[in-house]
């Protein structure tokens, strides 16, 4: 392959970091542009284990690549292993007869390893893993532009696994924080510890039913965990009254659905979510607040979770199960979307 277009296709691949944070496919996509760059048979992805002495398979090509995945190495032992403690690229262009191949991956799979390149991957100057690339075809031998090209399709692996561990690690602080965000709203009520879960867990439950897919259904979520955030800013004001939160203060601007929305509106990753807070005590004929809106105008995020909070808010008021499915049937038309309730209905059938 001519260095022009090696170089484009190493650019089509580095885009790809900017548009998704989805580890695994970046790396199988790295993974396989390093195998036609380098005209090589199989290659995989290593990535440095917790505790600093063994090489675990991220990614490994050929018919027994899910087999050898399941291998360990050690830092040290075999040629991978020598990269990742030497932390320089290999090339081995006569593997069965060097003393640093091991064979013990060729005895598990029946592979038979002629030639190998193998380099290291970097983050910030601490070694994250090894790539490597076996056999390269009609029995040619690996050369330095190889080795350069392996060493830009590593730096891009390890780029990629950076950008997913801090994104990660980003939504696990996200979470965190909504955690303790739900606890001090269910801290006013003994009554209400859980519910914030509850109704989340139902909505997405209906949203599932309703082929709700992707960030359509990321956004279901995070309405139905933070609908009643606005309560937050709300001071004694609340109470649960037979199992319904009551706020004493009726002004429509004041309300916690707006007071919610406006919470988390600057927030990207919840952006979506913002209309479903707000409008999530609409009602199906349009006498719900604080816009009035009716039917399809409602957004069907608020409308699942207008069920989901009904249900859980009967349920917590200890209201059996058979009352809940008569209220819910009361409300089809006028408080809730017909749909919806069916398809509740539908699943909740009482045996």
């Not at 190998?116 to 056999?135: K, S, T």
């Not at 040619?140 to 561990?165: G, T």
């Not at 609908?227 to 004001?237: E, W």
């Not at 209309?275 to 105008?297: K, N, R, S, Y």
Request: glycine fraction near 8%; aromatic fraction near 4%; charge should be negative.
């Amino acid at each position: 392959m001519d260095r022009l277009h090696a170089l484009k296709e190493i650019f089509e691949v580095a885009k790809s970091l900017s548009s998704t944070l989805d580890v695994d496919t970046l790396l199988k996509r790295i993974d396989s542009a390093a195998e036609r760059l380098l005209n090589a048979e199989v290659s995989s992805i290593m990535l440095l284990d917790d505790d600093g002495q063994t090489l675990s398979f991220k990614v490994a090509t050929g018919e027994k690549g899910g087999m050898i995945q399941k291998m360990k190495v050690k830092v040290g032992q075999g040629v991978a292993g020598s990269v990742a403690r030497d932390r320089k690229t290999l090339i081995v262009n006569d593997a069965q007869n060097d003393p640093r191949f091991t064979g013990q991956a060729d005895r598990m799979s029946g592979f038979i390893t002629r030639s190998i390149i193998c380099a290291p991957m970097f983050n910030d100057g601490q070694l994250i893993g090894v790539m490597e690339v076996l056999n390269k075809k009609d029995n040619q031998v690996f050369l330095d532009e190889d080795r350069d090209l392996l060493e830009s399709l590593s730096s891009l692996a390890a780029v990629s696994v950076c950008n997913a561990k801090m994104a990660e690690d980003q939504r696990n602080f996200f979470v965190n924080v909504i955690e303790v965000l739900i606890s001090a709203i269910e801290a006013r009520d003994p009554k209400l510890m859980g519910h914030s879960w509850r109704v989340a867990q139902l909505a997405t439950t209906l949203g599932r039913l309703m082929n709700m897919q992707g960030q359509v259904y990321k956004d279901l979520y995070y309405g139905a965990l933070l609908h009643d955030i606005g309560l937050i800013n709300i001071r004694n004001d609340i109470s649960v009254s037979e199992g319904i939160i009551i706020g004493r203060d009726k002004n429509p601007e004041m309300n916690h659905p707006r007071i919610g929305a406006e919470l988390i509106r600057n927030i990207n990753l919840l952006k979506g979510a913002t209309l479903i807070i707000l409008h999530h005590h609409e009602t199906f004929d349009g006498t719900g607040f604080p816009d009035h809106l009716a039917a399809e105008h409602i957004p069907i995020g608020a409308r699942i979770v207008a069920v989901a909070e009904a249900v859980e808010e009967m349920r917590l008021a200890g209201i059996p199960e058979d009352r809940v499915r008569q209220m819910l049937e009361k409300g089809r038309d006028t408080r809730y979307d017909p749909k919806i309730v069916d398809i509740f209905m539908q699943e909740f059938a009482e045996a």
